[in-house]
């Protein structure tokens, strides 16, 4: 018998924890429930999907007939929920408003959810993992700060699904970050990756000098809203710096994308730029950041030049939270840090354009029996994430751990549209959390399914 916040229960009616509720936790929770497993979502956040109201303001380039997941629909459904239209393409806020928030609030999950719980550490039984033999049937825990303190909740299996928003990648190059980046004095100066330029942050940075770091997409998104704003604001000055020497992979296919609003994209910022809204800085390798005595942030590259911005907007994407589980055996690639049977298929250094296969359970599988990392998370630094891949990595778990087929399903997913192709001492270092069917170099970045990618609702026109 073991002890847990709910009183004692034996080992196999301990919950399945699923950590993070965005789409992939809350679907993985749809899913255990449909196979009879007991789920428990610990949330960060104070609502479940908190992150992605942080981007809430950004359009997703995919469509809703491949944002809902099956088992989450099916819940939905059951409750009269009215579907959004297949063939549109929500922002971040609607996503959340139409389907995350109502998925949620469905009686098989409501009170399965606890937000406002940070999972710190995750370990088993009672000894370390130099013990692997001794703890190799014991629970899961679980330890969660929460605002009444610490608590440890056993688990008989854990999915983590938390994703990497909170973990963004340094300015610097090299994996570091830029001398200076930490200064709290600078970070006054910094606006995160996917500033809402036009409504939460229009005061600060209208009329002023905004240096957007990045070849992303989310570096796109970024540079478009602030020429909107400029219209608005011509004295508003927009510089756009990046690592590799030319812009056309981040421009990309225009007309010949398979997914149309992405293509557009790429053509607004560069008829930007011809136009002399945008000013490009090419080559460019942060070395470090510090704060000038008029209180902008002054960036010098590798190469000596400099500039001294009213604020920078660095879009460098993401990297997975590792510290969470170091008390588990876990297989990880040592340079995506993607498991280590899925990070062949995902290395932005190797695989070509196209849909990256399904995976699920046995790829994702671990040296720790019954932990699974699922979702962005999974993919570790690649930058090459689709929201139905994640879909059908926890269906394939929970079936797994239920006992059930956990058998990989093909996945029908759109055209990915056009990736170039470039040398890799012209590329540029992954930098967004963006890409879907795949990248042919480091620097092109194909559409990413459900993470902050696309275009403002109704704004974003150059």
């Not at 909107?228 to 812009?247: F, Y």
């Amino acid at each position: 018998m073991t002890q847990t916040d709910r009183g004692m229960v034996s080992d196999d009616e301990l919950p399945v924890v699923v950590i993070g509720a965005g789409p992939v936790g809350l679907a993985a929770a749809a899913h255990l429930v449909e196979t009879g497993l007991d789920p428990l979502v610990l949330e960060a956040g104070d609502i479940p999907a908190a992150a992605i109201t942080e981007w809430g303001h950004i359009r997703l380039f995919s469509s809703w007939r491949h944002n809902v997941d099956a088992a989450a629909q099916r819940l939905l459904q059951a409750q009269g929920w009215k579907e959004p239209d297949p063939a549109g393409l929500p922002t971040g806020a609607e996503f959340v408003a139409h389907y995350l928030a109502p998925l949620a609030a469905v009686p098989e999950l409501v009170g399965r959810i606890r937000t406002g719980e940070q999972v710190i550490g995750i370990s088993r039984g009672q000894r370390d993992k130099t013990h692997a033999q001794a703890r190799s049937e014991a629970p899961f825990i679980v330890r969660v700060q929460s605002a009444q303190g610490l608590v440890d909740y056993r688990a008989r299996a854990i999915i983590d699904a938390s994703g990497t928003w909170g973990h963004p990648n340094p300015v610097g190059a090299a994996g570091l970050p830029a001398l200076g980046e930490d200064d709290p004095e600078v970070a006054s100066t910094l606006l995160g990756g996917l500033p809402d330029v036009l409504s939460e942050r229009r005061r600060e940075v209208t009329g002023k000098h905004v240096l957007v770091l990045g070849g992303g997409h989310s570096a796109v998104n970024t540079l478009l809203n602030l020429v909107a704003l400029q219209r608005e604001a011509p004295e508003t000055t927009i510089t756009w710096a990046i690592r590799g020497d030319s812009p056309e992979a981040t421009y990309g296919g225009g007309d010949a994308d398979g997914l149309l609003e992405r293509g557009a994209l790429g053509q607004r910022l560069r008829e930007a730029v011809e136009a002399g809204r945008i000013t490009l800085v090419p080559s460019a390798t942060v070395h470090s950041l510090a704060l000038t005595e008029a209180g902008q942030v002054a960036v010098t590259f590798d190469d000596g030049r400099r500039l001294s911005p009213d604020f920078l907007a660095a879009a460098t994407g993401f990297r997975p939270d590792l510290e969470v589980f170091r008390e588990l055996r876990v297989d990880l690639d040592p340079g995506v840090e993607a498991p280590s049977r899925l990070a062949p298929l995902i290395d932005p250094q190797f695989h070509s354009c196209g849909t990256v296969e399904a995976h699920g359970a046995e790829t994702l599988a671990h040296p720790e029996e019954g932990f699974f990392i699922a979702g962005m998370k999974s993919y570790g630094r690649a930058p090459t994430f689709l929201l139905a891949t994640g879909y059908e990595q926890v269906r394939s778990i929970a079936a797994h751990l239920a006992g059930q087929d956990a058998t990989v399903r093909p996945l029908n997913l759109p055209e990915t549209g056009v990736c170039s192709a470039a040398e890799p001492a012209q590329t540029q270092a992954p930098d967004d959390a963006g890409a879907g069917g795949g990248c042919c170099s480091a620097e092109s970045q194909p559409v990413t399914l459900g993470v902050p990618t696309g275009l403002v609702h109704g704004r974003g026109g150059a």
